[in-house]
Nanobody, 119 residues
């Protein structure tokens, strides 16, 4: 059964930190996992991503504050969020590309975890 599950969201004051986790299962291996966020009334936007060689990318708005990492043995990707700002408030979603073989891959989304940053 394919599953993508986020956790770690919550309520935090500006300047605080949270660590989000994304755990996925159901495929033979995973190639790329990314975090997106969606604030009320706005479109979903890319935050950060990491591939199976641990190469990571970030949106400019979070560079220097967020760090993505991957524990391949646990099929888990983390998003460490420091120096949080009220504008980081959003529902955070994990998207994982899983594969049964190199020719059989699919993207799956989790249900999201809410991050609220108060000023």
């Amino acid at each position: 059964q394919v599953q993508v599950m986020e956790s770690g969201g919550g309520l935090v004051q500006a300047g605080g930190s949270l660590r989000l986790s994304c755990t996925f299962s159901g495929y033979n291996f995973y190639m790329y996992t990314s975090w997106y966020r969606q604030a009320p009334g706005k479109e979903r936007e890319f935050v950060s991503g990491i591939d199976d060689t641990h190469v990571s990318t970030y949106d400019d708005s979070v560079k220097g504050r967020f760090t993505i990492s991957r524990d391949s043995a646990r099929n888990t990707v983390y998003l460490q969020m420091n120096s949080l700002k009220p504008e980081d408030t959003a529902m955070y979603y994990c998207k994982s590309r899983g594969c049964f073989s190199l020719a059989m891959c699919a993207d799956d989304w989790g249900q999201g975890t809410q991050v609220t940053v108060t000023s």
